[in-house]
C-alpha cells in the first residue's frame, strides 16, 4: 500500500532540472511532499488536495493527476540545499477516520553537486 | 512560535528496559502523531490523536508498544519491554486546519539505541 516513487536515487549538477514520481495504487485525496536531510526531520514542502492541482514552493512545484493517482514533484534550477531525501506523503480517499492518515513513499535521494 | 520538542533526542537503553519518549506539539495543533523511521522498513504511522483522543493506533507493532495523550500539549510513547529490533528514529508530528491544508510538522526525534 505504499506509494513508489521514482527514481530511487537522482544525482544533479547546480542549476540541473529534475522530476520525481509519486505513484499510488489506491484514490487519493491529498498528496503531500516533504523533503529530509541527513540526520534530521522531515521538512514540510506543499499538499496538493485537488485532483490536477499544480503548486509551487520558490523554484520547486508540484502537480496530482487524480485520475492517474500520481503527483510529481518539479525542481528547476536545482541548488545544493535542495540536496536531501523527498518523500510524498498520501492521504486515501474513503473514512473519516483516517482523513488524516499518511502513508509516506519509498523516498526518493536527491544529491546536488557543484 | 516553537516547533515541536522531543525528549531525550538520543536514548540507549539495554533490552527488556522500559523507554519513554516525550513529545510537546505545537501550541494550537489538534493532530498529534507518532511515526518510527528505519531504513529497512522506512517512515511509517504508529499512532495518531486527535483532540487527545487516539484516533488510528493499527501501526502500533504490538502490545509493548502505548500510547498516551493526557492533555493538549504533551504526549508520550513508551515501549516495555524494549528489544533490539525497536532501535530506530521516533518522531512526533503535529497538524491543525490551515490555509495549507493538514500539513504536519515533524520535531527532531529521538534516536533510540535498544543493545
Known amino acids: 500500500q505504499q506509494p513508489v516513487q521514482s527514481p530511487q536515487a537522482v544525482i544533479l549538477r547546480e542549476g540541473e532540472d529534475a522530476v520525481i514520481n509519486c505513484s499510488s495504487s489506491?484514490?487519493?485525496?491529498?498528496v503531500h511532499w516533504y523533503r529530509q536531510k541527513h540526520g534530521e526531520a522531515p521538512v514540510f514542502l506543499m499538499i496538493l488536495l485537488k485532483g490536477g492541482e499544480q503548486k509551487g514552493h520558490e523554484k520547486i512545484s508540484a502537480s496530482f493527476n487524480e485520475k492517474k493517482q500520481q503527483s510529481s514533484l518539479y525542481l528547476t534550477a536545482s541548488q545544493l540545499s535542495y540536496s536531501g531525501t523527498y518523500f510524498c506523503?498520501?492521504?486515501?480517499?474513503?473514512?473519516?477516520?483516517?482523513?488524516?492518515?499518511?502513508?509516506f513513499g519509498t523516498g526518493t535521494r536527491l544529491l546536488v553537486s557543484p | 512560535d516553537a516547533g515541536v520538542i522531543q525528549s531525550p533526542r538520543h536514548e540507549v537503553t539495554e533490552m527488556g528496559q522500559e523507554v519513554t519518549l516525550r513529545c510537546k506539539p505545537i501550541?494550537?495543533?489538534?493532530?498529534l502523531f507518532w511515526y518510527r523511521q528505519t531504513m529497512m522498513r522506512g517512515l511509517e504511522l504508529l499512532i495518531y490523536f486527535n483532540n487527545n483522543v487516539p484516533i488510528d493506533d493499527s501501526g502500533m507493532p504490538e502490545d509493548r508498544f502505548s500510547a498516551k495523550m493526557p492533555n493538549a500539549s504533551f504526549s508520550t510513547l513508551k515501549i516495555q519491554p524494549s528489544e533490539p529490533r525497536d532501535s530506530a528514529v521516533y518522531f512526533c508530528?503535529?497538524?491543525?486546519?490551515?490555509?495549507?491544508?493538514?500539513?504536519?510538522?515533524f520535531g527532531p526525534g529521538t534516536r533510540l539505541t535498544v543493545l
Open positions: 501550541s494550537g495543533h489538534d493532530y
Open positions: 506523503g498520501t492521504v486515501y480517499t474513503g473514512g473519516d477516520m483516517g482523513f488524516q492518515k499518511l502513508v
Open positions: 489506491k484514490a487519493l485525496y491529498s
Open positions: 508530528a503535529s497538524s491543525a486546519r490551515g490555509r495549507e491544508g493538514m500539513a504536519q510538522y
